[in-house]
């Protein structure tokens, strides 16, 4: 098996388009060698625990609305040539995504990350729901199949937030500065959202070196 670990956050329009290709080719490659992580890296660490009004926040980002039409507008073309429906219309807010974290960490000991991640990216860019508010987390865990009620009890304690922070400050650290990024077999980094044909290949050459590795091992007995 490969690790393949991931550094996303669920606000991030490029990580939802980079998870649909990604996706696209574990399903054309059933057999693939990945074994799946992901890890946190907030957008903007310094959001405020309530969110802000997401038209606000993006003219203050992007240096005035016409600005921040222009950089969403491409990034709905690059969602459509995707084949993703975006609704940004239904956003009214942009949320602390820490609880979201915390709530893809729990995820992860239970086995159901990529459920949850893919929960939490329709959440928030087809419903416009608030990922920041924990009740939403809470029901999102529920249909994931985790216990609603045992991670709305959680999300109301700081249960894990330093770890998150740290793990946050620590992809920093260590050279992550956008997201999504791709970290295969701890070895090879691929920043941005991949195309389908590039991951296929990726897989394709590990089962390559896989079946090398086997032969030589026949050859040495």
């Given at each position: ?183 295969i077999a701890r070895q090879y980094v691929q920043s941005g959202a991949q195309p389908v044909v590039m991951w296929q290949n990726v897989i394709d050459d590990l089962a390559a070196q896989d079946s090398v590795a086997a032969q ?6």
């Amino acid at each position: 098996m490969t690790r393949l670990d991931i550094f996303s956050d669920p606000i991030c329009p490029g990580c939802y388009i980079g998870k649909t290709f990604l996706d696209r080719a574990l399903e054309s490659r059933p057999s693939h060698p990945f074994v799946i992580e992901w890890h946190p890296f907030q957008l903007n660490p310094a959001m405020p625990a309530g969110g802000v009004d997401r038209r606000s926040y993006l003219e203050t980002k992007f240096g005035g609305k016409a600005n921040a039409v222009a950089v969403y507008a491409r990034i709905e073309e690059a969602a459509e040539a995707a084949g993703l429906k975006i609704d940004f219309a239904k956003i009214q807010r942009t949320p602390n995504t820490m609880n979201a974290h915390r709530l893809i960490h729990w995820a992860g000991l239970e086995q159901r990350q990529n459920a949850v991640v893919s929960a939490l990216f329709r959440a928030y860019f087809l419903e416009g729901l608030d990922i920041g508010v924990p009740e939403v987390l809470a029901r999102i865990a529920g249909k994931a199949g985790m216990d609603e009620a045992v991670t709305a009890r959680l999300l109301a304690t700081d249960a894990d937030f330093d770890d998150i922070a740290a793990r946050d400050a620590d992809a920093r650290r260590k050279g992550v500065q956008a997201v999504p990024t791709f970290l295969i077999a701890r070895q090879y980094v691929q920043s941005g959202a991949q195309p389908v044909v590039m991951w296929q290949n990726v897989i394709d050459d590990l089962a390559a070196q896989d079946s090398v590795a086997a032969q030589t091992d026949k050859t040495a007995l």
